[in-house]
Structure formats: structure tokens, C-alpha cells
């Protein structure tokens, strides 16, 4: 079946702007996770969601990173007035339920440019 | 809170050479313990995952035991090949708290 989805791939903004990334999970997975990775360094935890709402945000670094899942599947992660230092790859991840056991599978990533 | 050490590549291995990438963790919980792997140009894969002490997990011809005494979970394969050229990365997930928490990640290139 069609795995973790993201759009765009790539995404380039200049520094003050809005950006707005998109997560299409597996279909029922309940559960889904963005992070992002820096180059050269592992993911880091953004957020999760377990249904609609955000069981976890402690991983936000600021109040200009928001995301949303208002139906329970697709999920956007917004940025506002965008800083160089948030260029990085972000990653969305779902599992089918939220138990430490369950596989998270990945979406190939959106890689976000500040200029 | 909750941490994961991995060797610092890259590592640079022959063609049927042995491979061994260490892995240690810090939890506060019981965790269960996860191998990813990051082809060029790809998203991150699961390779194998162990959810219990002296579990093994396997895959592809990686092995990988999950040691509590050690706090380990070092990933190993007898015979590497080309195309398992590829960043590889430890990652940890506790009960309650289920976000992975990633190593940095070891490059391995291995040449013919």
C-alpha cells in the first residue's frame, strides 16, 4: 500500500515568510510524528499526534512552529516568519498506534531552505 | 532524559568485510530499541528493532541484540556489500513517551 507522503519535497523561502508542510500518513495510523533533522545529525522530535489532537508538542522549539491534524489523518506543520536557522529536512513519521512497540514508517521529507 | 550514543563515522569497510556499528543507550524507562538506515537519496527505513532484553532483531543479514546489563544494542553484519552504503542510525522509544530518539547516525561506505 502507499506509505508516508509528503509535499513539497523541496521548499525554498526567504527569511520572514510562511511556509506550510503536509503529511499524508498511512492510511489508519492513528498516530503521527514530525522531527526534524539538521545535516549530519539525527531527527529530532517537532510534535505528535495521536488522533486529532497534539499529544505531545514539547519538542517545538519556538511559538512560530504550529501544526495542526484537524481530521485525524493528513497533518500540516506551519512556520511562521521563517529564520535561516530553520533550514532543515523535516520528517513525518505515523505508526498504527501510539504503544513504544509499533514501527514508525517515514515519509521521504521535505527539505526547507531560509535564504 | 532519555539518550542515545552511536559510533562517529564514517566507517569505510571493503566489500565482505565485517561491520560492526555500537550503540549505547540512556532511558529512564524500558525502551525498546530500533535500527534505522537512510539510503542516499531515500527516507529513513526500519532495519530491525528489538522490545526486550536479549531480544534479537534481524534483517537483511544485520544483527542486532538488545543487552540490558550493557544497556547495548550494537548492529552487526558478517559480510557487508556495496550497496549497503548507507547512514545507519540507533534510535530508542519509551512507554509513555513514544517519540524515537535518534543517535547522530554512522555513515558506512563500503567499496568494492
Known amino acids: 500500500g502507499a506509505g508516508v507522503s509528503q509535499t513539497p519535497s523541496n521548499k525554498v523561502t526567504e527569511k520572514g515568510k510562511y511556509v506550510e508542510l503536509r503529511c499524508d500518513p498511512i492510511?489508519?495510523?492513528?498516530?503521527l510524528y514530525w522531527y526534524r533533522q539538521s545535516l549530519g545529525q539525527g531527527p529530532e522530535f517537532l510534535i505528535y499526534?495521536?488522533?486529532?489532537?497534539?499529544?505531545?508538542d514539547s519538542g517545538l522549539p519556538n511559538d512560530r512552529f504550529f501544526a495542526v491534524r484537524p481530521e485525524g489523518s493528513v497533518s500540516t506543520l506551519k512556520i511562521q516568519r521563517t529564520e535561516r536557522g530553520d533550514s532543515a529536512m523535516y520528517l513525518c513519521?505515523?505508526?498504527?498506534?501510539?504503544?513504544?512497540?509499533?514501527?514508525?514508517?517515514f515519509g521521504p521529507g521535505t527539505r526547507l531552505t531560509v535564504l | 532524559g532519555d539518550s542515545v550514543t552511536q559510533m562517529e563515522g564514517p566507517v569505510t569497510l571493503s566489500e565482505e568485510a565485517f561491520l560492526t556499528i555500537n550503540c549505547t543507550y540512556t532511558?529512564?524507562?524500558?525502551?525498546?530499541l530500533f535500527w534505522y538506515v537512510q539510503y542516499p537519496g531515500e527516507g529513513l527505513q526500519l532495519l530491525l528493532k528489538a522490545t526486550k532484553a536479549d531480544d534479537k532483531g534481524s534483517n537483511k543479514g544485520f544483527e542486532a541484540t538488545y543487552r540490558k546489563e550493557t544497556t547495548s544494542f550494537h548492529l552487526e553484519k558478517g559480510s557487508v556489500q556495496v550497496s549497503d552504503s548507507a547512514v545507519y542510525f540507533c534510535?530508542?522509544?519509551?512507554?509513555?513517551?513514544?517519540?524515537?530518539?535518534f543517535g547522530k547516525g554512522t555513515r558506512l561506505s563500503v567499496i568494492a
Open positions: 499526534f495521536q488522533g486529532t489532537g497534539a499529544a505531545d
Open positions: 534510535a530508542l522509544s519509551t512507554s509513555g513517551n513514544t517519540p524515537l530518539v
Open positions: 492510511s489508519g495510523h492513528t498516530a
Open positions: 513519521a505515523s505508526s498504527l498506534s501510539r504503544t513504544s512497540t509499533d514501527t514508525q514508517y
Open positions: 532511558a529512564t524507562g524500558y525502551p525498546s
